[in-house]
């Protein structure tokens, strides 16, 4: 049973900068090609991915929001998935979540396409 467990948000000043990790366990040795990802929802609007990392070769993708600001990485050994935020803006305010799945994914990255999920965490920038 794939578990997930995010940790790291918090309140911060625009500008200012937050590390998001996920925590993933019940998946074994974690061999397979998994795909990790990070969504935010804000209230009223729709999940929206935000970045994602392949186990495979590493290889990462992001949104237009969050390309050049923030970074998706990954440590295999203690199966961790970490969000750098930086350069934060009231605009990225919303609950983030943590998701996998085991397999490629579609780009745009679509929630339904992750079958794991943490329980969020909450972002708030003023």
């Known amino acids: 049973h794939v578990q997930l467990v995010e940790s790291g948000g918090g309140s911060v000043q625009a500008g200012g900068s937050l590390t998001l990790s996920c925590s993933v366990s019940?998946?074994?040795?974690?061999?397979?090609?998994?795909?990790s990802a990070w969504f935010r929802q804000a209230p009223g609007q729709e999940r929206e991915g935000v970045a994602a990392?392949?186990?495979?070769?590493?290889?990462?993708i992001y949104s237009d929001s969050a390309t050049g600001r923030f970074t998706i990485s990954q440590d295999t050994a203690s199966k961790t998935v970490v969000l750098q935020l930086n350069s934060l803006k009231p605009d990225d305010t919303a609950m983030y979540y943590c998701?996998?799945?085991?397999?490629?994914?579609?780009?745009?990255?679509?929630?339904?396409?992750?079958?794991?999920w943490g329980q969020g965490t909450q972002v708030t920038v003023s």
């Open positions: 019940g998946n074994g040795d974690g061999s397979g090609y998994w795909c």
């Open positions: 998701a996998a799945t085991l397999g490629g994914s579609r780009w745009p990255l679509q929630a339904a396409d992750f079958g794991y």
């Open positions: 990392i392949y186990s495979g070769d590493g290889s990462a």
